[in-house]
């Protein structure tokens, strides 16, 4: 069994920053790509951060130049930098991963963690 548990969430000013971490437990042989995805009260969810097992990183337009995807694969953890948050910002933020078990792979998801942005 794989486990994926958010942590740092939080609520922030409008321009504050928060840092999330991400980090996997479990039986598996390893990690493949890392995401960071995000879902506001209705509306999809969406990704807005990834990350490959070789540290390649790529966002969405909508938090481009302000979050920052990291990952330390010693500890099996994925970190995302959020600064200047603005209230489009607010959303519950999961953690998913791609692990690789055994002879086959899977894509996991996290509980969750939610982001307030006030102003």
């Known amino acids: 069994q794989v486990q994926l548990v958010e942590s740092g969430g939080g609520l922030v000013q409008v321009g504050g920053s928060l840092r999330l971490s991400c980090a996997a437990s479990?039986?598996?042989?390893?990690?493949?790509?890392m995401r960071w995805c995000r879902q506001a009260p209705g509306k999809q969810r969406q990704c807005v951060a990834t990350?490959?097992?070789?540290?390649?990183?790529n966002y969405a337009d909508s938090v481009k130049s302000r979050f920052t995807i990291s990952r330390d694969n010693a500890k099996n953890t994925v970190y995302l930098q959020m600064n200047n948050l603005k209230p489009e910002d607010a959303a519950v933020y999961y953690c998913?991963?791609?692990?690789?078990?055994?002879?086959?792979?899977?894509?996991?998801w996290g509980q969750g963690t939610q982001v307030t942005v006030s102003s």
């Open positions: 998913n991963a791609d692990v690789q078990i055994t002879t086959w792979a899977r894509e996991f």
């Open positions: 479990g039986d598996f042989v390893r990690i493949d790509d």
């Open positions: 990350i490959t097992s070789g540290g390649f990183t």
